[in-house]
């Protein structure tokens, strides 16, 4: 099975950047689609993109055209680089690898958008 770290987040100011990564280790990460998801204080985890082992990418309404997901097999990592920030992207990022029937999840990292 594949054990997933989350890393990369942090405090940022509305319009800022951030790039939050997801190490993969213990399996074939190429094998897996990967997505990412969110839980804000008070609310349900929500998905927020993903990208199959092929290479197919979508992205929940809200963060099209500001969020880009990507993955780098040679390096067992998946990223997820988020531009133009905004207070209610406010939330713990998870990675989620799945295969077939089964999902591994990350820990997930604290992304905070405040001035």
């Known amino acids: 099975q594949v054990q997933l770290v989350e890393s990369g987040g942090g405090l940022v100011q509305p319009g800022g950047s951030l790039r939050l990564s997801c190490a993969a280790s213990?399996?074939?990460?190429?094998?897996?689609?990967m997505h990412w998801h969110r839980q804000a204080p008070g609310k349900q985890r929500e998905w927020v993109a993903r990208?199959?082992?092929?290479?197919?990418?979508n992205y929940e309404n809200s963060v099209k055209g500001r969020f880009t997901i990507s993955r780098d097999n040679a390096k067992n990592t998946l990223y997820l680089q988020m531009n133009y920030l905004n207070p209610e992207d406010t939330a713990v990022y998870y990675c989620?690898?799945?295969?077939?029937?089964?999902?591994?999840w990350g820990q997930g990292t604290q992304v905070t958008v405040s001035s």
């Open positions: 989620k690898a799945v295969r077939g029937l089964t999902d591994y």
């Open positions: 213990g399996s074939d990460f190429s094998i897996y689609d």
């Open positions: 990208i199959t082992r092929t290479g197919i990418i």
